[in-house]
RNA sequence: GUGAUUGUAGCUCAGUUGGUUAGAGCGCCUGAUUGUGGUUCAGGAGGCCGCGGGUUCAAAUCCCGUCUUUCACCCCA
């Protein structure tokens, strides 16, 4: 282990290779889906003015007031990311008509400060969508349906896709009374926290791990239940648009997502490679207000490092997707390697993987290189081969050889 | 923020109740008769023992602080 001079700060990481690999494969099938879905990428600044993320996450909740990094260089507050959602909504609303009935998505790292543990860190990346318009359960449906999509082309296996409703704002007081209310003549078995939550967020009751808790939540009506009829329609007709799909997901009126600007559909999809924090997505419907605007929309972020843990739970990993293939360029002797220098030039502008030693060394060092590089082919030339216009191209799996024209080689690459 | 936990070679880890030149495996480099890799054999390089204090004749080892790792709570992807 390095000393701390050459390490990153704490919950942050450098990504190398090999591992980069498998973040680039993640990217690229990323990108290539979204395209098909119709949605367009969007690079949003990491910095924001602070009131961007206060008033779409909720300035009660804890990733804001806990967890951001914020402070004031000049005269704005401003706070690096903890989302994607808010940025991307501040981005669309600005595009007037056309930011109201838009698709993007972006691949980005967000930024909370909370202590490290399995699956959490400071910065951590997010591979999010948002589609924007009126709110039409068909768009929940496609949205996890998409997100599903993502996950078979990656290769994940054993995730649960997990599906509630928060139901409209309005909802929100009926279902806060009608649970506490529910929840009252328990109140003394309830745990520390819960006696707590119950006034502070009654939600986090119901999601409590305290197994006594459970069996009291499971006794009382779920939030769903003191909600509106058009609220439960709502579900029932994303969970319709599911089933014709033939989408799995489970209904669990307790799952709770945490932010503000959800409404109706929420969900999230686990793993249960993960540790305590099991979930590779969340998603949901939202309404952020930002000026005179309501945007509505739906969208979710999936976490890059909890899906590539959960990715090598499956046996992917980045070495299957390390570059390999080409040619290593052997070079015996200084003329020799001033000619390579010049074909390497060549083979490399018909964009083929070609490596080479800069130095000359014996020829069983480049030989171990070449090995090593994962090339198919050596190329080796030595003054005899300089002197016919050819060199000797060895099979590096079969590990036959044969001599043959520069020129071929040239145009057969 | 709370409670645990970790730090020794590029990587994975040994290192006895404090005691002399801190070890292994893998990897890396060099070689095993002229210009041939992956296997084998031989040799070699590479350590402020996370950092700073303290105790001691003596500290990788004990004490304090600090940073970091990992895990859980809170909360979240």
Redesign the pocket.
Known sequence: ????EF?P???MSDINAPEIYIWRMIEEKARTIFNSYGYEELRTPVLEKLSVFKRSIGDT???VKK?MYAFKPGKHDIAMRP?GTAGTIRHLAGRGEEGLNARVFYIASMF?Y????????RQ?H?IGVEATGEANPLADAECIALQQHLLEEWGLHGSKIQISTRGMPSDRKPVADGLRAALQPHLAELCD?CQR?IDE?VL?VID??NESCQKIVDQIPTAIEFMSEGSRTYLDQVIQALEIMDIEVEVNPKL????DYYVHTVW?ITHGAL???N????GGRYEIALGKKAVPGVGF???M??VITSLEACGITADQFAPKGGVWLVS?GEAALAENMKLARKLRAKGVRCGMELEV?????Q??????SGAEKAI?R????LAAGTV?V?D??E?S?EELSLEDVIRDA
């Open positions: 282990m390095a000393s701390n390490q700060l704490q919950g909740t804890d990733v967890e989302e909370r909370e202590r490290p543990q399995a699956g959490r860190k951590f997010q926290d939550r967020n986090r409590c791990k709770v997502r945490g932010l999230e540790g305590a924090q979930a590779i997505a969340g972020a999936m976490g490092e909890r015996l060394k014996s020829m069983k060092a030989m171990r290189k070449a090995n090593r080796i030595g003054e005899d081969e000797v060895k590096m799996n590990g050889q």
